[in-house]
């Protein structure tokens, strides 16, 4: 699924799919795609809403990840259940797995594929505990821990297990869409769905995930799941480091990118391609920095600084999201002195 419009991560997706947002410099969609290839699946429909041709470049056939890829048309956001309907074409009567874009989970989906064969379920649904759950779809137990009731963004607690958008179907599922209508957001929603499925009989079983989870939907959602791959990041050292600068801890730096006199790198981070870090700079922990960076004067910590981003500010940035080619500079010898600030639609600043 990477289709949506993103609302809740504008400015950064007036322009681009969410799904192609880089965590730990690489975009999330790829690691969805790359867990379904380790489960084994081999074709792969990609829904997609109106802004698609990013992620077409990206994923192009499917052959260089070995699946083949087939683009479905979702025109506008109705909801999980319109869009398994949308593709029936492609699923015709063969189970599937049904995976979030912009989920990312630590497991992968092959555990849900196991309890789906393995029990002769008609749906799988992985779960794991959440401290909002108004965000997300949820699950009721009764006392022998099977599903009692699914509810979509409860306005009352009524659970905390949260269901993590990933899910295997058979075709049951098919069936069941068309018998639900519009919930109140004006969806068909896929709680509703497993709702009916379940109550006429299909079984259902769950998978509680093992390891973390996290759903992308906010700017800090984005940085926490950039802390949890960068914790896991192997260090690797492909560019150019002066003499007078100085790494410490797991940090990737790649092909191109030079390391000036008077930079320190604290790790866990990674830089991209073609950067020029420093001098007079500071990188702090959980940073990512794309390709083609520039850094200088600065220091930045917990953050992604995308593609392109110039930055020459001599002043300290924290907890941030730097959109590709944005531009963050000083103005301290200007006067009068004064803020600058180009800003686009809901742009969020903190000064």
Known sequence: MA?????????????????????????????GLEHLVKAGIKEIGVVLGPVREDVKGLLGDGSSFGVEITYIDQPEPRGL???????????????FT?????????????PLLDIFEKEGSDCVIGVTKVKDPSRYGV???????RVKKL??????????????????????????IER???????????????????????????????GWWKDTG?????????????????????????DGASLVGNIRISKETKIHTGT???????????CEIGPNTYIGPYTSIGNDVTIRNSEIENSIVMESAYIDCGKRIIDSLIGTRAKVISTEDNVPKGLKLVLGDMTYVNI
């Open 264 to 274: 320190t790198i604290r790790g866990p981070a990674i830089v991209g391609e073609h």
């Open 81 to 95: 259940s319109h869009a398994i309907a949308t593709s029936q074409d492609f699923l015709g009567d063969d189970p």
């Open 98 to 110: 049904m995976y979030l874009g912009d989920n990312m989970l630590k497991q992968g989906a092959k």
């Open 218 to 242: 906010r700017p800090e959602d984005l940085l926490e799941a950039n802390q949890l791959i960068l914790q896991e990041i192997q260090p690797l050292n492909e560019g150019i480091i002066q």
């Open 139 to 145: 699950v009721v137990f009764d006392e022998a821990r």
């Open 3 to 31: 289709g949506g419009h993103g609302t809740r991560l504008r400015p950064l997706t007036f322009t681009g799919n969410k799904h192609m947002l880089p965590i730990a410099n690489k975009p999330m969609i790829l690691y």
């Open 151 to 176: 509810v979509e963004k409860p306005k009352e607690p009524v659970s905390d297990w949260a269901l993590i958008g990933v899910y295997v179907f058979n075709r049951k599922i098919l069936e069941a």
């Open 180 to 210: 639900i209508k519009p919930s109140w957001r004006g969806e068909l929603e896929i709680t509703d769905a497993i709702q009916v499925l379940m109550e006429s009989g299909g079984k259902v079983d769950v998978q509680f995930v093992q």
